[in-house]
């Protein structure tokens, strides 16, 4: 069953997170003069300076114009967006968020999208627009029981998507979104039009090291310093999301620095604004999925490939398009993709943004959606 679902907080959460920000307990500055201790109490007390302000309610209307809705999908009520194009030859689109994003990544996109000829693009690139909420994340139900990773999620968006009216569909995802893409492309190719993907899930063989040109000495030192120090984060909610969790739903400081910190680590050079920073955080806030989704990190490490050898025993057939961002922390090289994915129909590599392309880069990040999917 779909239903309508009109979000509105109640005034009552609007003043306790005001009373907890005029309250918050901070430490002394950090020792150092970078972020190598963690994010520095300058930069703290600008975010939580601004969220003072933010205005919650006007999101609230952006929101609900958009047309929002819930479904039943596997005994789980999940969250999404869905905006059908005026446009008769209008393609669905499937767009999936990842940590520590949500479906506001896209929110600025939904327009080009559906209505391209109104943001400078023809009728032919117009899409049907659906964008869940992952389980546990934004106004998605909480699971309250095991077994909500990639898989179930992949089977789940697959029954939304048919219950939409949607047989065949495009699929976009980056971080989370991308790994729940290729899980779709794995179980179910043949509802797939095709893979657009700004993190394709690609590791490198032990041999491409040894044979790596310059180009990719670079990406693995990249990737090196994610996985050991940058990604510190995966490891923490992969193993201990609960304890986490605790903080992250009763500090506004401490979920606005544990957010923040990763806002601004994985973008580009101009970085997410700050306005969409503290949209993404309040709504963390006052959905109080600081800890289920963390619990994500638990459940996807127990059906996540581990290591190139069991991603390549998982290729990905249908047609894949892919964009990179120069400021994403997870850099892949276009000949480890290529023993996963089978048909690459477009490897595009852009000038700015970085994981986050949809707030950093959105024009660019719509323009590779439409040419992926004109090409596939």
Same mark, same amino acid.
Request: glycine letters at 10%; proline letters at 8%.
């Given at each position: 069953?779909?239903?309508?679902?009109?979000?509105?907080?109640?005034?009552?959460?609007?003043?306790?997170?005001?009373?907890? =920000?005029?309250?918050?307990?901070?430490?002394?500055?950090?020792?150092?003069?970078?972020?190598?201790?963690?994010?520095?109490?300058?930069?703290?007390?600008? =975010?939580?300076?601004?969220?003072?302000?933010?205005?919650?309610?006007?999101?609230?209307?952006?929101?609900?114009?958009?047309?929002?809705?819930?479904?039943?999908?596997?005994?789980?009520?999940?969250?999404?967006?869905?905006?059908?194009?005026?446009?008769?030859?209008?393609?669905? =689109? =499937?767009?999936?968020?990842?940590?520590?994003?949500?479906?506001? %990544?896209?929110?600025?996109?939904?327009?080009?999208?559906?209505?391209?000829?109104?943001?400078?693009?023809?009728?032919?690139?117009?899409?049907?627009?659906?964008?869940?909420?992952?389980? #546990?994340?934004?106004?998605? %139900?909480?699971?309250?029981?095991?077994?909500?990773?990639?898989?179930?999620?992949?089977?789940?968006?697959?029954?939304?998507?048919?219950?939409?009216?949607?047989?065949?569909?495009?699929?976009?995802?980056?971080?989370?979104?991308?790994?729940?893409?290729?899980?779709?492309?794995?179980?179910?190719?043949?509802?797939?039009?095709?893979?657009?993907?700004?993190?394709?899930?690609?590791?490198?063989?032990?041999?491409?090291?040894?044979?790596?040109?310059?180009?990719?000495?670079?990406?693995?030192?990249?990737?090196?310093?994610?996985?050991?120090?940058?990604?510190?984060?995966?490891? !923490?909610?992969?193993?201990?999301?609960?304890?986490?969790?605790?903080?992250?739903?009763?500090?506004?400081?401490?979920?606005?620095?544990?957010?923040?910190?990763?806002?601004?680590?994985?973008? #580009?050079?101009?970085? !997410?604004?700050?306005?969409?920073?503290?949209?993404?955080?309040?709504?963390?806030?006052?959905?109080?999925? #600081?800890?289920?989704?963390?619990?994500?990190?638990?459940?996807?490490?127990?059906?996540?490939?581990?290591?190139?050898?069991?991603?390549?025993?998982?290729?990905?057939? !249908?047609?894949?398009?892919?964009?990179?961002?120069?400021?994403?922390?997870?850099?892949?090289?276009?000949?480890?993709?290529?023993?996963?994915?089978?048909?690459?129909?477009?490897?595009?590599?852009?000038?700015?943004?970085?994981?986050?392309?949809?707030?950093?880069?959105?024009?660019?990040?719509?323009?590779?959606?439409?040419?992926?999917?004109? !090409?596939?």
């Amino acid at each position: 069953m779909i239903e309508t679902f009109p979000v509105h907080v109640p005034d009552a959460d609007l003043h306790d997170l005001a009373e907890r =920000l005029d309250r918050v307990r901070l430490p002394e500055p950090e020792t150092v003069p970078d972020t190598s201790q963690g994010v520095p109490l300058e930069r703290l007390n600008t =975010l939580l300076r601004a969220w003072r302000e933010h205005d919650w309610r006007a999101l609230e209307q952006r929101w609900n114009a958009i047309g929002h809705y819930r479904a039943r999908l596997d005994g789980l009520d999940i969250a999404f967006w869905h905006v059908r194009s005026a446009e008769p030859g209008a393609r669905p =689109l =499937l767009l999936t968020h990842g940590w520590p994003g949500s479906v506001l %990544e896209f929110e600025n996109m939904i327009g080009p999208l559906t209505d391209p000829v109104a943001h400078g693009g023809s009728a032919a690139d117009a899409f049907h627009v659906v964008i869940p909420a992952l389980p #546990g994340y934004g106004f998605s %139900e909480r699971p309250a029981g095991t077994g909500w990773g990639l898989a179930r999620t992949a089977r789940a968006w697959a029954e939304l998507m048919a219950a939409l009216g949607y047989e065949k569909f495009a699929a976009h995802g980056g971080d989370w979104g991308s790994f729940v893409s290729i899980e779709l492309a794995t179980q179910l190719p043949e509802r797939l039009l095709g893979l657009h993907l700004t993190m394709p899930v690609a590791s490198p063989l032990p041999e491409d090291r040894e044979s790596a040109d310059e180009a990719e000495q670079l990406m693995l030192a990249k990737r090196d310093q994610f996985l050991f120090l940058n990604g510190t984060h995966s490891l !923490v909610l992969g193993a201990r999301p609960q304890t986490l969790g605790y903080a992250l739903l009763d500090s506004p400081a401490g979920l606005a620095a544990w957010l923040g910190e990763r806002l601004d680590e994985f973008s #580009g050079e101009g970085g !997410v604004p700050l306005a969409q920073q503290l949209d993404n955080i309040a709504l963390y806030w006052f959905t109080r999925t #600081g800890a289920s989704s963390s619990r994500w990190y638990w459940e996807t490490r127990r059906d996540t490939p581990r290591g190139p050898e069991q991603e390549n025993a998982l290729p990905v057939t !249908v047609p894949t398009a892919c964009s990179f961002f120069p400021g994403e922390p997870f850099p892949i090289a276009r000949r480890w993709a290529e023993r996963r994915f089978s048909n690459l129909t477009s490897w595009n590599e852009m000038k700015e943004g970085g994981h986050f392309p949809g707030w950093e880069q959105p024009g660019v990040l719509v323009a590779e959606i439409r040419e992926a999917f004109l !090409v596939s």
